[in-house]
C-alpha cells in the first residue's frame, strides 16, 4: 500500500496539473474569455471539500493532490477575474 499511496500522490498532483496549463494560457494571452467562471468555482469548491476531508482523515494522498488542486484553480479564477 505504500506505493499505491505514492502512486496517488503523484496521479493526483499530475491530474490537477491542468489547472496550471489553463492559468498559464491565461496569464500569458492576457484572455479569459472562454473560461467559465460557474465551472471553476464548482471546481474550487469539491477540491476544497476533498482538501478538508484529505486534513480530517489525515490522508497525504488526499492532501497533496487537492492542495495542488486549490492552488492551480484560485490562479484560474484570480486570471478570469482580472482578464474575463
Request: proline fraction near 0%; avoid cysteine.
Given at each position: 500500500m505504500?506505493?499505491?499511496?505514492?502512486?496517488?500522490?503523484?496521479?493526483?498532483?499530475t491530474g490537477n496539473l491542468m489547472f496550471f496549463?489553463?492559468?498559464y494560457k491565461i496569464?500569458?494571452?492576457?484572455?479569459?474569455v472562454s473560461i467559465s467562471?460557474?465551472?471553476f468555482l464548482l471546481s474550487f469548491?469539491?477540491?476544497n471539500?476533498?482538501?478538508?476531508?484529505g486534513f480530517l482523515l489525515?490522508?497525504?494522498p488526499l492532501i497533496l493532490a487537492n492542495l495542488a488542486g486549490v492552488i492551480g484553480?484560485?490562479?484560474?479564477?484570480v486570471g478570469t477575474l482580472i482578464y474575463g
Open positions: 505504500k506505493f499505491y499511496g505514492k502512486y496517488m500522490i503523484f496521479m493526483g498532483i496549463i489553463q492559468a496569464f500569458t494571452t492576457h484572455s479569459a467562471l460557474t465551472a469548491v469539491g477540491l471539500s476533498w482538501l478538508i476531508y489525515k490522508s497525504k484553480v484560485s490562479l484560474v479564477l
